[in-house]
């Protein structure tokens, strides 16, 4: 059985594949609108459910084996909560400051009391058709919920797995629902947590040790092209697209901290330094996508290619969101963070 007690690099290296991989689509997406450049530069890049599946699989899996031996300890379910807020809020609350200059700016006014609200506390109820504040807020409304469950387990281990069951379980079976409340609680993005779980598993219990390692993130990457090729080929439904994605992100995931426990995988610093950095690019990137692709509709009308001007804004938000870890991320971890006990493993929320 293995305990995890040093920083697995292969999870920053996840972290920073999977932000640069969401910086890229959402690029592209901008780049597609007919008001810049309306073409589809990198059609690959709409594979967005892969990105957000691999966030919720990690998450999964950092959560879990974090704090297994929480489980049962109900005095270590509120230190659980006070971590998470301390880690996810203040930096949201900083990008959320920040989006309503900007808005403010552009269009002379801001979303409602009730909007700025929901944004700022990431309940549920404010999710609509689109993100008022900041468009990548959808997948922390799931995290927020995952976390608020697995506090339950900690708390009490078979009510908590029950309840848990069920609302995976619901996500699974009920009809996709539009992008509102209803669509948060029960949504096919929740199958990720428990692949991430049973990836925490296995790492604990060996079960892809020695050469099922490499075979796990073979068999990962095999399942997420065929997943991606027949998801081109054919309208997949959500769920499907999730449990194929959700898969491969397991196998991958397990057999790369695998891979590094036993001294076989190495990290170089730039993707772990880009792990580190993964949450401020993930809670900022888009409103330097948003900037920089006006200046990419320029650049092409003076003959730049298209598949370079992308790389520019895809480069220009990545180095926004690095900058925004140096000045704000940094100091709210020195200053908030400082204050618990260091987790043991990879620092960023999943």
């Not at 890049?45 to 704090?67: E, K, T």
């Amino acid at each position: 059985m293995v305990e995890i007690r040093h920083r697995l690099y292969s999870l920053q290296a996840g972290r920073a594949i999977a932000a640069i991989a969401i910086a890229i689509y959402h690029a592209n997406a901008v780049l597609t609108l007919d008001k810049y450049l309306g073409v589809d530069i990198l059609p690959i890049a709409n594979l967005m459910p892969f990105g957000a599946a691999f966030f919720f699989v990690m998450s999964g899996f950092v959560m879990s084996a974090l704090h297994w031996k929480y489980i049962g300890q109900p005095g270590r379910a509120s230190s659980f909560l006070l971590k998470r807020f301390s880690r996810i809020y203040p930096p949201l609350w900083a990008a959320l400051i920040l989006a309503s200059i900007l808005i403010f700016l552009v269009k002379g006014s801001l979303p409602s009391i009730f909007f700025l609200f929901n944004a700022a506390f990431i309940t549920p109820l404010g999710f609509g058709s689109s993100e008022p504040l900041l468009a990548v807020e959808w997948t922390l409304r799931h995290e927020i919920l995952f976390y608020g469950f697995f506090s339950l387990i900690i708390l009490r281990p078979k009510i908590g797995f029950a309840v848990f069951v069920a609302w995976v379980a619901c996500g699974a079976i009920l009809p996709s629902a539009p992008e509102n409340w209803y669509g948060v609680l029960i949504s096919p993005y929740n199958v990720g947590f428990p692949f991430g779980m049973l990836a925490a598993a296995a790492f604990k219990f060996e079960a892809f040790s020695g050469k099922r390692a490499p075979l796990a993130v073979a068999l990962g990457t095999l399942l997420c092209a065929l997943t991606a090729l027949v998801h081109a080929q054919r309208d997949l439904s959500m769920f499907s697209q999730v449990v194929g994605y959700s898969a491969s992100s397991m196998l991958i995931l397990i057999g790369c901290v695998e891979l590094e426990r036993s001294g076989r995988l190495s990290v170089g610093w730039g993707l772990v330094f880009l792990g580190d950095a993964s949450y401020s690019i993930f809670l900022v990137h888009f409103l330097a996508v948003s900037a920089a692709a006006k200046f990419a509709v320029k650049f092409v009308e003076l003959g730049m290619p298209n598949i370079v001007a992308l790389a520019g804004v895809v480069l220009a938000s990545l180095l926004f969101g690095v900058i925004y870890y140096l000045v704000v991320e940094k100091f709210i971890l020195a200053h908030i963070i400082g204050l618990f006990r260091k987790e043991s493993i990879a620092s960023k929320p999943a």
